[in-house]
């Protein structure tokens, strides 16, 4: 049960040995949904104690990637690189009370050890050889670590907030180490002194962590520590069963704003694997944060499709406001070096393409042709549909079109139905070679739209460039 005084306090605290991974946000998600449900604070943690593997990049991208998502932290980012003197404040403290202990078994004894284990088929931990030392063996040039002191009887009950209860027995766990023998603190210290100096009231993270929880509780019980809720939600697969990965396609999150996707749609996407609401699949952040029960995520795992969530960044491009989306247009057009000062407004395209992108990476490739003075024409398509006899029904289109005094798509269609009319041909058979005229292809949105927004001028200086690939007689 929560305390109705307590503030729920949560956090995202990832490495930054990498990207910011697929699976990493949703459990971001998550904590930030649950705090904002709640009313209470987020905060973002950066666990860089790795010095080898964490780099400077890696944490821009995790922050870059919170950023773009709009999971904005109430506090943080805190650096655990910056709370070194904390940490041993705490090993001090742990020492002083009896409660962890100089280790300073070789690195040979401990290989010795751990192969004698295997060979007897138990499970590989530390014999205690050091636990009740209470001074330095003698000689001895081994910088020792600090092992917390575990109790050996007794068992840990963990009431996960998805997995249920889950029960641990001490006798199970070694005395782990807590700082190494250059006194850099370890994971699962540094992790518990800064969810209790953080007062996190609820942990919410993958369960390949929740073997680490009940290493986790003891530690904070010995130091005094009031122990957070746990709530461990299942890891994301792959179609083929297996943990997602970047065999699966883009697992790393600027991925898919590169990809041309909305925040929302994948953030939509992410809520549901592992959490439902009824049969609901549409959610605003905010009916996110008002529906949002961490109890109901369920406890399996759950399956990446890509299929649903280019389904939903479908629903949201359909769906958007025009004036919001063209930016994300806009975007993609500079990535994809395509110049638009000089075309029609971004939101028109937006309007006029919606129904027909994935993505705007897509999008934005779809919509070369509104922009410039030429096209490139498709082969195939100019082959087909630019052949002698549309010659002078195209020819009369654009002069038609040259002398509109209105131009915009109901005079644009007119003109169009005229000429079909005029020479007895099926609307089709006047549209397309029209469309390969001015766009080059042959999908494109409405014709007339499509000719209103590329402009009158540029629309028939195409059309007389395709004519003139025409020839003067049929083959």
Request: proline residues 4%; hydrophobic residues 40%; contains cysteine.
């Amino acid at each position: 049960m929560k305390d109705i005084n307590m503030t729920i306090r949560t956090r995202f605290a990832p490495s930054p040995t990498g990207f910011l991974h697929i699976g990493g946000v949703r459990t971001a998600l998550f904590s930030w949904l649950y705090a904002r449900k709640h009313g209470g604070q987020f905060i973002l943690r950066i666990e860089d104690t790795d010095r080898v593997r964490s780099t400077e990049a890696s944490i821009n991208a995790i922050i870059n990637g919170m950023e773009w998502l709009g999971l904005q932290p109430d506090e943080g980012p805190f650096y655990q690189t910056q709370r070194f003197d904390r940490y041993q404040q705490a090993i001090d403290q742990l020492l002083a009370d009896g409660k962890a202990y100089y280790c300073y078994c070789s690195k040979e004894r401990l290989e010795t050890l751990r192969a004698e284990q295997m060979l007897c088929k138990h499970k590989p931990r530390y014999d205690g050889h050091c636990r009740h030392l209470t001074t330095p063996p003698p000689l001895t040039k081994v910088k020792p670590v600090v092992r917390f002191k575990n109790a050996d009887l007794g068992e840990i009950v963990v009431r996960d907030l998805v997995k249920g209860t889950v029960i641990f027995n001490n006798s199970e766990l070694d005395d782990l180490i807590i700082a190494r023998s250059d006194g850099t603190p370890t994971y699962n210290f540094t992790v518990v002194v800064d969810d209790w100096d953080m007062q996190i009231t609820h942990v919410i993270r993958g369960d390949d962590h929740l073997n680490n929880t009940p290493r986790q509780i003891n530690i904070l019980e010995a130091l005094g520590a009031k122990v957070p809720q746990y709530a461990h939600v299942p890891m994301i697969l792959g179609r083929d069963g297996q943990r997602l990965s970047k065999r699966h396609g883009a697992v790393n999150v600027m991925n898919y704003k590169q990809g041309g996707f909305l925040q929302d749609a994948l953030l939509n996407y992410l809520v549901r694997l592992g959490w439902s609401y009824g049969d609901q699949e549409i959610f605003s952040r905010q009916e996110m944060i008002d529906l949002f029960e961490i109890s109901a995520v369920h406890g399996s795992p759950a399956a990446f499709n890509n299929d649903k969530l280019v389904w939903l960044n479908q629903h949201y491009i359909k769906t958007g406001s025009p004036e919001k989306l063209a930016i994300y247009l806009q975007f993609q057009c500079d990535q994809l070096g395509i110049e638009t000062l000089h075309g029609p407004p971004l939101t028109e395209i937006v309007k006029a393409q919606a129904e027909r992108a994935k993505n705007f990476k897509e999008m934005a490739q779809n919509s070369r042709f509104f922009f410039g003075e030429t096209v490139v024409l498709d082969e195939k398509a100019a082959q087909k549909h630019l052949q002698f006899a549309i010659k002078k029904p195209l020819t009369d289109l654009c002069d038609r079109l040259a002398e509109l005094v209105d131009w915009n798509a109901e005079a644009i269609h007119a003109a169009i139905h005229a000429v079909a009319q005029q020479h007895e041909l099926k609307l089709g058979k006047i549209a397309q070679p029209l469309r390969v005229a001015v766009t080059g292809r042959t999908v494109s949105p409405p014709i007339d739209v499509t000719a209103y927004l590329i402009g009158q001028r540029r629309t028939v200086e195409r059309i007389k460039q395709a004519l003139t690939l025409i020839g003067d007689t049929e083959m």
